[in-house]
């Protein structure tokens, strides 16, 4: 069993910081792209920013130069550095990863969830 655990999302005004987190745990035997996904109420799911194993990135147009996503491989988790926030930013976080188990199956696995408010 693989687990991704979100952590860090919360309520900050306008023009303020959070930074998240999501640590894997579980039958893993190595981590391949992972990510961070957003859900508006009302609207669909859309990928934030990625990351593959290496430091190759991307990120939706809306946060570029606003949101850094990072990972720690050895510690297995992925943050996402998310400064001047907007309340377009409003919405639940989830984290996601590609991951080979150590029965060597390959699944996509994603966290709960973590909310992030940006209001005044």
């Known amino acids: 069993q693989v687990q991704l655990v979100e952590s860090g999302g919360g309520s900050v005004q306008p023009g303020g910081s959070l930074r998240l987190s999501c640590a894997a745990s579980?039958?893993?035997?190595?981590?391949?792209?992972m990510g961070w996904y957003r859900q508006a109420p009302g609207k669909q799911r859309e990928l934030v920013a990625r990351i593959s194993s290496g430091v190759s990135t991307n990120y939706a147009d809306s946060v570029k130069g606003r949101f850094t996503i990072s990972r720690d491989n050895a510690k297995n988790t992925m943050y996402l550095q998310m400064n001047s926030l907007k309340p377009e930013d409003t919405a639940l976080y989830y984290c996601?990863?590609?991951?080979?188990?150590?029965?060597?199956?390959?699944?996509?696995?994603w966290g709960q969830g973590t909310q992030v408010t940006v209001s005044s």
């Open positions: 996601n990863a590609f991951i080979k188990t150590m029965t060597r199956d390959f699944f996509d696995y």
């Open positions: 579980g039958s893993i035997f190595s981590i391949y792209v």
